[in-house]
């Protein structure tokens, strides 16, 4: 499950997308038995893992590039109540929070909220949020009611000192190891989606999000890179999330490797798109990759040398008639 329920079948299998426990369970595509697709000449067709392969992996994470898919059989895990149980733990800086990752890496659902504006010895302080699915309790999906978000003014709520005090305060009410406090799995899973219209806090132009992946090797320096060049920057960022990955799958253009997730939110303004540039420099010289689902700005260049078997991609995408019919 990705951060937002308000997704169909179609678009998660498309941008094969991730949820907290990608380093034990991989992406969507790894709980999708078969498909039925739209071919670009008209044909349509069965794939799986072993009946057409290539054009199966080609499909998941190929962002419609390939075909349509008009149906999957999926394999979905049977659960006997439907609360998750919180446990969070407070991280002072970058290094505590990848141990604390390295220590959780049991937890079903481990995520950690980080704080892209802490400097100095706190870069990369964070709350990482260690879920774990019940089994006893309500078994139940809640009809979640949004709250909307009150006025759009077109500075929006969340400026830099919002951001940086809005940071602080979620960092320093945040009690380590606390008795676990029990969550519906919609407000654990996706709990943007009670906040109707959260994209107008950033006010006008609305917003982007970065997120990119780096290798375990050099997560570690990738991200106190990143993180440092966000803090050097004018530039607030409020809603920053660390995942763990496990190991990449078969499918040629996927996202997650085995390493780190950083996801962060900019307001879509020209400084973000200057700095954008600048992470993608950075990501690239530590072997890691931006992930398609949430780009709007990536370079060819840049595509290419971070997901290196585009070739492949384009071949499977000629014999199935893709070209000239799915862009
Ligand atoms: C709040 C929020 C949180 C998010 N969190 C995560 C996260 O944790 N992990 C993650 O991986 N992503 C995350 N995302 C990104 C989101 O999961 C992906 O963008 C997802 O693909 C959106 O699905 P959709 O159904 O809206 O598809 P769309 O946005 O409509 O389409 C996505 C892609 O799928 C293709 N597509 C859609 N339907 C089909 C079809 N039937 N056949 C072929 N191609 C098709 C489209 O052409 C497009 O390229 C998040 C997004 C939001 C807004």
């Known amino acids: 499950m ?13 941008s094969d997308v991730h949820g907290k426990n990608h380093h034990r369970d991989g992406t969507f595509s790894a709980h999708v ?5 739209l071919l670009g000449n008209g044909e349509c067709v069965d794939a799986s893992p072993s009946e057409k392969a290539e054009l199966f992996h080609a499909t998941c994470g190929g962002m419609g590039l390939t075909d349509v898919i008009v149906s999957a059989v999926l394999r979905l895990k049977a659960i006997t109540a439907s609360d998750i149980l919180e446990t969070r733990i407070k991280a002072p800086s970058l290094d505590a929070v990848l141990e604390a990752f390295d220590a959780n890496a049991a937890s079903s659902y481990p995520v950690a909220w980080i704080d892209c504006m802490a400097r100095g010895t706190r870069l990369g302080r964070s709350v990482l ?13 809640q009809q979640v009611k949004a709250l909307e978000v009150p006025v759009e003014r077109p500075s929006g709520l969340l400026n830099r000192t ?28 996706s709990p943007l989606d009670a906040i109707a219209g959260w994209a107008s806090l950033h006010g006008r132009p609305r917003f982007l999000q970065y997120q990119c992946a780096l290798p375990k090797k050099s ?20 809603l920053a999330v660390l995942k763990l990955f ?40 530590h072997g890691g990759r931006s992930h398609l689902a949430e780009d709007a700005r ?3 260049a840049t595509f290419k040398a971070a997901y290196p078997r585009w070739q492949e991609f384009e071949e499977v995408r000629a014999r199935g008639h893709a070209h000239g019919r799915f862009m």
């Open 162 to 189: 919002v951001a940086r005090v809005f940071n602080a305060a979620y960092y320093g009410r945040a009690c380590s190891d606390a008795h676990p406090s029990r969550k519906s799995f919609e407000s654990n899973f």
């Open 298 to 300: 990536m370079s060819e």
């Open 129 to 141: 949020i260690r879920g774990r699915a019940c089994s006893e309790g309500p078994l139940a999906v």
């Open 246 to 285: 496990g190991d990449a799958n078969a499918n040629p253009v996927s996202f997650p490797m085995r390493g780190y997730s950083l996801a962060v939110d900019f307001k879509a303004e020209a400084a973000a798109f200057a700095l954008l540039d600048v992470l993608d420099g950075i990501v690239a010289a």
């Open 33 to 37: 038995s078969s498909m039925q697709i």
């Open 219 to 238: 997560g570690q320096a990738g991200l106190r890179d990143i993180l440092t060049r966000i803090g050097q920057s004018q530039l607030g960022a409020s």
């Open 2 to 14: 990705p951060g937002t329920s308000f997704i169909i079948v179609g678009g998660a299998i498309a």
